[in-house]
């Protein structure tokens, strides 16, 4: 069974998938060692990393990290395809694209195209709900594989009211979406969307905020966290290059900072390299 054989499986299951962000193969094999179901390549971590907005990425960028991180780690990944990059056309590339480099699934959204910077801020605009109708066939339409799991998000809760969030993800899912994703705490709304439109659902939000059983048992099992690790590692290198600049010492014991050194060195599969070089180019004479 492969990566996506089996996420697939799960979903379909109901089972309570947690997906913490991974930016770069590195934190994929340390999402993957730690016994996750899957990992979640953030669009908006991605263009953090870049320096710039989400919306400035292109299909290729991303299928180009999706590669890079399938080729180092064998846990189902999720990519964040934003509103697809353009219309049902572009939605359909982006489709092909990211399920050839290896991913277990796509989650696209149904705000504007182009998408925009203040999406950070809060600040949505939707596309009409016939244009992310169109969006989710083609998307379906251009899987080779049904075990790649299209994931359909709806922005409404926030920008227009929930019961039309409830009517577009209804929408979406009779056009072939297998996954709907809404945003609400509000553990009234998630019972009513439980109800209204069944599983399997998602949500997004920092893994401190999501109550595993609770969310599954109104259907939400795919969560997502698309930002804790990214901000936390951040955090770490900030406080450590600040005690830098200030004493000239980082503020950790050397011998701490070695061990995690080797660490790194580990969890990138250093060892395997190392092992194949050992039979050939640094083999004993």
Known sequence: MTNRQHFANLVRSGQPIL?????????????ESLG?????LSGGGFGFQLSVSEALLTITEVANL???ITARSDI????????????PLHTWRAVR??????????????????????HHKGVEHLVPLEMMV???????????????????????????????????????????ADVLMLFTNDP????????VLGGPLSLMAPA?????????????????????????????????????????????????LMSLYREVQNMAGMQDLYAIEERTTERPA
Do not use: C, W
């Open 134 to 176: 169109d969006k989710v066939g083609e998307a379906v339409a251009a899987r080779h594989d049904d075990d790649f799991i299209i994931i359909a998000r709806t922005g409404a809760v926030r920008n227009e009211s929930f019961e039309r969030a409830l009517e577009r993800a209804a929408a979406y899912r009779e056009a072939g």
């Open 208 to 256: 401190d905020r999501l109550n595993q059983p609770m969310l599954a048992g109104h259907g939400f099992n795919v969560l997502i966290d698309p930002f804790t690790g990214q901000v936390a590692a951040f955090g770490a290198m900030r406080d450590a290059y600040r005690s830098i600049a200030a004493t000239g010492t980082s503020g950790r014991e050397v011998d701490e």
């Open 19 to 31: 997906a913490p962000v991974a930016i770069d193969p590195l934190s994929a094999r340390l999402v």
């Open 66 to 68: 999706t590669r890079q």
């Open 97 to 118: 694209e990211i399920e050839a480099a290896g991913a277990a699934a796509i989650e696209i959204e149904d705000q504007v195209a182009p998408k925009r910077a203040h």
């Open 36 to 40: 996750f179901e899957a990992a979640y």
């Open 188 to 195: 009234e709304q998630i019972a009513e969307a439980g109800r």
């Open 76 to 87: 189902p990944l999720i990519v964040d395809g934003g509103v697809g990059f353009g219309d």
